[in-house]
């Protein structure tokens, strides 16, 4: 189920979203919608806040409260009246399980004696079995529930089923909407970093989102700076290390593991949304700064790279290594990979 409450109405989807809350308000609102965007644009979250928005017992303003029972249940991905069928992860269909839920669900009452609705996502997914039950439910529609029917392409959709809904298309946003959201949320990453992602996803935010991947935790960032610090020669390797080894030995190997692999990447590619965050792409830049042979680089990046993945073994492994001998070592390797290019 979806896990989280949905509060913020993305910026491209404003209009629609008061379309469907003045629906809402005078009781006009279809049994069935279609809901199409194009991939990555924000469908399912437009439809899981539409339905946790009618779920909510006393909605602040436009959006779902947060305090109600409903919106906790929401909030906690539990909320009995709202059931989302999306394909299974590796499988772009819909199992027949699913539909079977789907089934059992709607001969079932409600639990809060309100609505209840399905979000099927990916409709023209279906396959025949799927639709055929679907269709049923869609001509005799329980007057309890609502379908949030969703898809990227409409016009694949069963027209059997199509006809049965009522279509709302979703726009793309444009560039500008779609950055400033993006900067909401991964406030960490420049606005380089963001455009490239945005151009890179053809301008699909959420699928921007994905490559920029989730934020980092505070001591992530911490142990990057501190690999920042060591390799731009402001910190001792042996300080470094002695700093971290009692505790932090492992996630310090993670970060340089991850690190090295980015860079290396990035050194082969030049592709920068191998970079993740400030520090890495600093580090870039002043290995890139002194190297004039990336391949090379890159080579050096990765026999290193096989070191730390040795280190980790080692570390897991049932011997006793000195975790600060090791740790030291790699610092000062990795120093040497920006002190060379300046000779
Ligand atoms: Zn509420």
Request: overall charge neutral; some cysteine; hydrophobic content about 40%.
């Amino acid at each position: 189920m979806s896990g989280a409450l949905i509060t913020d109405i993305l910026p491209w989807q404003q209009q629609a979203w008061q379309q469907m809350l003045a629906q809402l308000s005078s009781g006009q609102l279809p049994h069935a919608l279609l809901l199409s965007a194009g991939a990555d644009t924000g469908k399912r979250h437009f439809a899981l806040m539409l339905a946790q928005r009618i779920l909510c017992r006393s909605p602040k303003q436009d959006i779902p409260c947060g305090d109600c029972v409903a919106c906790k249940l929401s909030a906690a991905g539990n909320n009995p009246d709202l059931l989302l069928i999306t394909p299974e992860e590796k499988s772009k269909f819909i199992k027949v399980d699913q539909i079977r839920e789907l089934k059992k669900y709607i001969e079932t009452s409600s639990h809060a004696l309100g609505k209840r609705i399905i979000v099927l996502d990916a409709a023209e997914n279906l396959n025949a079995n799927g639709a055929n039950a679907l269709l049923k439910s869609l001509e005799e529609p329980p007057a309890d529930v609502l379908f949030l029917l969703l898809s990227d392409r409409p016009r694949s959709v069963l027209a059997t089923i199509a006809s049965r809904c009522v279509a709302l298309k979703l726009p793309m946003p444009d560039k500008v909407q779609a950055l400033s959201w993006l900067k909401k949320q991964v406030p960490q990453d420049a606005g380089g970093t963001l455009e490239y992602a945005l151009d890179y996803s053809q301008g699909r935010p959420m699928a921007a989102l994905r490559i920029l991947g989730s934020e980092q935790s505070e001591e992530q960032t911490e142990i990057g700076m501190a690999l920042l610090k060591t390799l731009q020669q402001e910190e001792l390797a042996t300080r470094t290390a002695g700093r971290y080894y009692k505790t932090h030995g492992v996630e310090l190997l993670e970060t340089l593991a991850y690190w090295l692999n980015s860079l290396a990447k990035f050194q082969l590619t030049g592709n920068r949304l191998m970079l993740k965050g400030e520090t890495l792409q600093q580090a870039a830049n002043l290995l890139d700064s002194g190297h004039r042979d990336r391949q090379d680089l890159a080579r050096r990046m990765l026999q290193l790279y096989q070191q730390v993945s040795l280190a980790q073994m080692q570390l897991s492994g049932a011997g006793n290594p000195n975790v600060q001998l090791l740790l030291e070592d790699l610092l000062l390797q990795l120093q040497s990979l920006a002190a060379s290019g300046r000779r």
